[in-house]
C-alpha cells in the first residue's frame, strides 16, 4: 500500500521541529491500552454515584448536630473556635516564643506611635485617636484573631475612606488640624489612585497651607488649583521641617535600612526617632508661637470614656461602611494567609471575619476608625521574630503607658512631620506606576479599568469612582466571558492528543470529523458567540445548508417533470422528438461539484426506452412522474452527502465550568439542526452540572453519544466507520 504524501511530509515536519527541540527521554513513555468508553459507560465501569443533594432542613440539622451537641468535647471545641486565645495560649511556649513575641511587640508598638497619630489626619480624626485604635484593635484581635503575624490597627486606604465620610457628616471646626481628602479605589489594582490623591492633598500640611474643605465632584482638582493659587502664602518653617523630615525618613529607607538589615533583624525606628525630634525642636524653639508652625494640640491622658455611637448616620453611612469592610477584610486575609502559608498554619477566614467584626463594633464607642492589618508593621514583626499572638499583648502595653502618661508630650508635635511620615510611607504606592508598562503589556483590559478608575476617582469623587471602576471592572468580565478562547482541534500522530490545528502545525483534523473545543462557560452572554464560532470554524451553517439541499430539492423535482413531460411528447410522437437532444437535466441546472460522477437519471432511461421501442407505454403516468421526482430527489441528497466537509461533529467540552438553561437550549436547538442535515453530533467531557440541564433541556443526543474524552469519540467514530455494524453492538453495551 503506498504510503500518504501527506503523512510523510507531516513525519518530516514534526522531525525537523524535534531536531531544533532539546532531546526527549526515550526511557519515558506514556503507553495506554484501554476500551473507548462513552460517558455512560465510564459511569457504569467505575461504579460512578450521583451525590444526593441535602435540603435546608438537613444542612441545619448536620451543623446542630457536629455543634450544638450537649457533650463536653463539643463545648470545648465551641469556644476555642470562636475564642481562638483558648487554644494557643494553653500550649503556648515560654522557652521557644517568649522572647522572640516580646521583641516583635516592642518593635511593632514603637512602629504604633508615629503610624498611628499621622494615619489619624487621614481619617479626620484627633491623633491621639490613632493609638486608641492600636491599644483596643490589638488587644482585641488577640481574643478572637487567627493569624500570628498581622499587626491590626491604622491602615491607610481604610483611614482615608473613613476621612471622607467624617468629612461629609462632621461640623466644621476652624483650630481643627489640617488633615488630607483623599482617593481610593482597589487596593491591588489601582493603588496608585489612592497615593496620587494622598500627595496631592498632603502638600498642603506639608506647605503649612489653610485652605477650604471642599466637597462633592471634582474636590480632589478644586484643592489641587487652590494649593497652587495659594503657594506663595506656604509657611517657611513648615517647607524647612516637611523637606528636612522627608530627606531624613529617605535617606533611611534607601540608604541605612539596606545596610542594617544585613547586620541586624531589628529596623531602625526613624519614624518614632524623627517624631522625637521633631517634638523636641518644636517644644525648645517654640515653632507654634513664633513661626505659626500647626502642631497636635490638646492630647488627653489616660483611656477615653465610652460613649454611643450616633446610630442616626447608620443610613448615610451604610454604604461607605460597607465598601469600607470589605476592602478592610480582603486586604488583612490576604495578608493572614500569605504569613500562615510561609510558616505553615492554618487561617480560618470565618473566624477572622468575627475578629474584625467585634474588634471594630467594640472600639467604635471609643471614636476609633475601622481597622485593618498593616503590610509594613506584619512584615517587620515576622522579620524580628514574633511568634504569635501574645506579641499583641506587648505592644498593647506599651501603648497603654504612652496614652496613660505619655500623650501629653507630643502637644507640641507639628502636623507637617506627620504629613512627611504619610508621604514617604506611601512611596510604595506611588513605585507602583512603574508597573503600569507591564500592566498594559500583559492586559489591556485590566489598563483600561485602571485608567478609568484613575480618571474618575480623580475627576470626580470617590464614591463615584469606585462605583465606576466596579462597572467597568463587570463590563471586562462580561466580555471576556463572552468571548472565550475557540478551536477546531485536530490529533497529533500517534497519540490521544488533540491540539489548535491554527496553533500547531503536526495536528492535523480527522477525516470526515470536526472537533469545536470552547473555552470557558457557556451561558446567555455568549451562546450566539457560541454558535457563530462553530459554524465559522467548520464551515457548514445547518440552516443555509438546509435551505440550500431544498432549493436543489425543488429544482431536482422541477426538472424531473420537466423531463417526463418531453416523455410523454416522445411517446406520442416518437419520430418527431427522436431527432432532438434531451437537455441536461438537473445536474446541468444546479452546477453540481464535476468531480462527482452523475449515474444516469431514472427519467433519461425511461426516455430511451420509450424512443427505442417507438411506442407509447400505457402505464400510470401520475404514479411514473411521481416516482421519476423522487429518484431525483434522492439522488440531489445522495451526491450532497458525498460532497459534505464531514458527517461528524464533536464538541469538546471539558472547559465548559457551567451552563445556564437559555445557553443549553441555545445548543439543544445547534444539535437538532447539525442532526438534521446527518452531521452526527457528540458532546465530550461534560461535567455533572452541565449533564443535568442537558438532561432537563430535551437534549435529542442518546447516552451513545456522550463520552469522557476527545480520543475516546474519534476512536468510536472511526470504529463504527469501518465497521457499520459496530454502532448497533455498542448501543447495545451501554
Known amino acids: 500500500m503506498a504510503a500518504n504524501p501527506a503523512a510523510l511530509r507531516r513525519k518530516q515536519k514534526m522531525a525537523e521541529a524535534a531536531a531544533s527541540c532539546p532531546p526527549v527521554d526515550q526511557q519515558v513513555r506514556v503507553v495506554v491500552a484501554r476500551p473507548a468508553f462513552t460517558q455512560q459507560q465510564f459511569q457504569k465501569q467505575f461504579d460512578y454515584t450521583e451525590p444526593k443533594p441535602k435540603t435546608n432542613s438537613e444542612l441545619v440539622a448536620e451543623h446542630f448536630r457536629d455543634n450544638c451537641a450537649p457533650n463536653g468535647d463539643c463545648v470545648a471545641n465551641t469556644l476555642t473556635r470562636y475564642l481562638p486565645i483558648l487554644a494557643w495560649l494553653p500550649a503556648y511556649s515560654i522557652k521557644n516564643d517568649l522572647f522572640g513575641d516580646i521583641i516583635a511587640g516592642v518593635t511593632v508598638a514603637i512602629m504604633h506611635v508615629p503610624q498611628g497619630m499621622a494615619y489619624a489626619l487621614l481619617a479626620r480624626i484627633p491623633p491621639i485617636h490613632g493609638i486608641y485604635m492600636a491599644f483596643f484593635q490589638c488587644l482585641l484581635y488577640v481574643i478572637f484573631g487567627t493569624s500570628r503575624h498581622v499587626s491590626v490597627g491604622t491602615f491607610a486606604v481604610t483611614c482615608i475612606m473613613t476621612g471622607k465620610v467624617v468629612m461629609e457628616y462632621s461640623e466644621p471646626q476652624p483650630n481643627a488640624p489640617n488633615g488630607t481628602e483623599q482617593v481610593l479605589y482597589d487596593p491591588v489594582l489601582v493603588a496608585t489612585t489612592v497615593s496620587m490623591a494622598v500627595g496631592i492633598v498632603e502638600v498642603k500640611s506639608l506647605f503649612g497651607l489653610t485652605l477650604p474643605r471642599y466637597t462633592g465632584p471634582g474636590k480632589l482638582i478644586k484643592t489641587f488649583v487652590a494649593i497652587l493659587r495659594n503657594a506663595f502664602s506656604a509657611n517657611p518653617a513648615a517647607m524647612v521641617i516637611s523637606g528636612t523630615a522627608i530627606s531624613v525618613l529617605v535617606f533611611n529607607n534607601e540608604y541605612l535600612k539596606p545596610k542594617a538589615a544585613k547586620r541586624t533583624k531589628f529596623p531602625i525606628p526613624i519614624e518614632l526617632i524623627v517624631v522625637v525630634i521633631g517634638t523636641v525642636a518644636s517644644y525648645f524653639g517654640d515653632l507654634h508661637g513664633n513661626y505659626q508652625v500647626q502642631v497636635i494640640g490638646n492630647v488627653t491622658t489616660g483611656l477615653p470614656k465610652p460613649t454611643n455611637p450616633i446610630f442616626s448616620l447608620i443610613p448615610n453611612i451604610l454604604m461607605d461602611a460597607v465598601i469600607i469592610a470589605i476592602i478592610a477584610y480582603s486586604v488583612s486575609l490576604?495578608?493572614?494567609?500569605?504569613?500562615?502559608?510561609?510558616?505553615?498554619?492554618?487561617?480560618?477566614?470565618?473566624?477572622?471575619?468575627?475578629?474584625?467584626?467585634?474588634?471594630?463594633?467594640?472600639?467604635?464607642?471609643?471614636?476609633?476608625?475601622?481597622?485593618?492589618?498593616?503590610?509594613?508593621?506584619?512584615?517587620?514583626?515576622?522579620?524580628?521574630?514574633?511568634?504569635?499572638?501574645?506579641?499583641?499583648?506587648?505592644?498593647?502595653?506599651?501603648?497603654?503607658?504612652?496614652?496613660?502618661w505619655l500623650g501629653p508630650l507630643f502637644q507640641v508635635l507639628p502636623n507637617c512631620v506627620l504629613s512627611s511620615i504619610i508621604v514617604v510611607s506611601l512611596k510604595g504606592m506611588f513605585m507602583q506606576f512603574s508597573d503600569l508598562k507591564q500592566v498594559w503589556r500583559t492586559s489591556r483590559a485590566d489598563a483600561v479599568i485602571w485608567f478609568t478608575t484613575f480618571a474618575a476617582v480623580v475627576g470626580l469623587d470617590i464614591d463615584i469612582g469606585l462605583a465606576v471602576g466596579v462597572a467597568v471592572s463587570v463590563v471586562v468580565l462580561l466580555l471576556r466571558n463572552q468571548k472565550p478562547e475557540t478551536a477546531l482541534l485536530g490529533n497529533i500522530d500517534g497519540t490521544d492528543i488533540y491540539l489548535d490545528v491554527k496553533k500547531y502545525k503536526a495536528a492535523e483534523e480527522e477525516d470526515n470529523v470536526k472537533i469545536f473545543q470552547f473555552g470557558g462557560p457557556l451561558?446567555?452572554?455568549?451562546?450566539?458567540?457560541?454558535?457563530?464560532?462553530?459554524?465559522?470554524?467548520?464551515?457548514?451553517?445547518?440552516?443555509?445548508?438546509k435551505s440550500f439541499v431544498a432549493k436543489l430539492e425543488s429544482q431536482a423535482r422541477s426538472a424531473a417533470m420537466k423531463e417526463q413531460l418531453k416523455l410523454k411528447k416522445a411517446r406520442r410522437n416518437p419520430q418527431k422528438e427522436s431527432s432532438k437532444k434531451t437537455g441536461g437535466g438537473f445536474f446541468k441546472e444546479t452546477k453540481l461539484d464535476p468531480s462527482v460522477e452523475k449515474p444516469e437519471s431514472a427519467q433519461k432511461r425511461a426516455q430511451k426506452e420509450g424512443i427505442a421501442n417507438g411506442g407509447y407505454?400505457?402505464?400510470?403516468?401520475?404514479?411514473?412522474?411521481?416516482?421519476?421526482?423522487?429518484?431525483?430527489?434522492?439522488?440531489?441528497?445522495?451526491?450532497?452527502?458525498?460532497?459534505?466537509?464531514?458527517?461528524?461533529?464533536?464538541?469538546?467540552?471539558?472547559?465548559?465550568?457551567?451552563?445556564?438553561?437559555?445557553?443549553?437550549?441555545?445548543?439543544v436547538s445547534l444539535l437538532k439542526e447539525y442532526e438534521a442535515i446527518d452531521v452526527s453530533c457528540y458532546l465530550v467531557g461534560c461535567n455533572e452540572t452541565v449533564l443535568r440541564i442537558l438532561a432537563c433541556c430535551s437534549c435529542p443526543l442518546g447516552e451513545e453519544r456522550f463520552f469522557p474524552t476527545v480520543h475516546d469519540t474519534v476512536v468510536s467514530i472511526r470504529a463504527r466507520a469501518a465497521d457499520p455494524d459496530a454502532q448497533s453492538t455498542s448501543s447495545g453495551m451501554s
Open 334 to 404: 490576604s495578608m493572614a494567609q500569605l504569613f500562615a502559608k510561609k510558616h505553615e498554619y492554618v487561617v480560618d477566614a470565618n473566624q477572622e471575619l468575627i475578629a474584625y467584626g467585634v474588634g471594630n463594633i467594640a472600639s467604635s464607642f471609643f471614636a476609633c476608625a475601622p481597622m485593618a492589618a498593616s503590610l509594613s508593621r506584619s512584615l517587620i514583626m515576622e522579620n524580628v521574630g514574633g511568634r504569635t499572638q501574645a506579641s499583641g499583648i506587648i505592644t498593647s502595653s506599651i501603648l497603654l503607658v504612652v496614652l496613660l
Open 523 to 545: 451561558h446567555f452572554c455568549n451562546r450566539d458567540y457560541f454558535r457563530q464560532r462553530v459554524i465559522e470554524l467548520t464551515g457548514l451553517d445547518p440552516i443555509q445548508y
Open 617 to 667: 407505454d400505457n402505464s400510470d403516468e401520475k404514479t411514473g412522474s411521481h416516482e421519476s421526482a423522487a429518484d431525483a430527489v434522492a439522488q440531489v441528497r445522495q451526491e450532497v452527502k458525498i460532497n459534505m466537509m464531514f458527517s461528524h461533529l464533536i464538541f469538546d467540552m471539558t472547559s465548559v465550568g457551567f451552563t445556564d438553561t437559555a445557553s443549553t437550549r441555545s445548543l
